[in-house]
């Protein structure tokens, strides 16, 4: 078992930057990929950005360039640096991570990010 404890939400204004980190613990030597989803009220939620065991990671058009992932290590958290952020960025943000076999997902509890205009 995996348990995710985001942080780092909260209030910026637009074109601010904000970064949220993932803390994972439990078998994190499991883990294979984790990322982050976000779902805004009334929108269809999103797999915003990822990245696996080999540092391999892929993001959604609507952040590229904007935002970026990163972990050094599966001991260290993983965190989403986000620059010239904007009010459609506004959503809950959740750590996600999956892995072992068979491949299990874990979700975390999910931090609120507003952007105001």
């Known amino acids: 078992q995996v348990q995710l404890v985001e942080s780092g939400g909260g209030l910026v204004q637009a074109g601010g930057s904000l970064r949220l980190s993932c803390t994972a613990s439990g078998s994190i030597l499991s883990i294979n990929t984790m990322g982050w989803y976000r779902r805004a009220p009334g929108k269809q939620g999103e797999l915003v950005a990822t990245?696996?065991?080999?540092?391999?990671?892929n993001y959604a058009d609507s952040v590229k360039g904007r935002f970026t992932i990163s972990r050094a290590d599966a001991k260290n958290p993983v965190q989403l640096q986000m620059n010239s952020l904007k009010p459609e960025d506004t959503a809950v943000y959740y750590c996600?991570?999956?892995?072992?076999?068979?491949?299990?997902?874990?979700w975390g509890q999910g931090t609120q990010l507003t952007v105001s205009s």
């Open positions: 996600y991570a999956d892995g072992g076999v068979p491949v299990n997902s874990y």
């Open positions: 990245i696996t065991s080999g540092g391999r990671t």
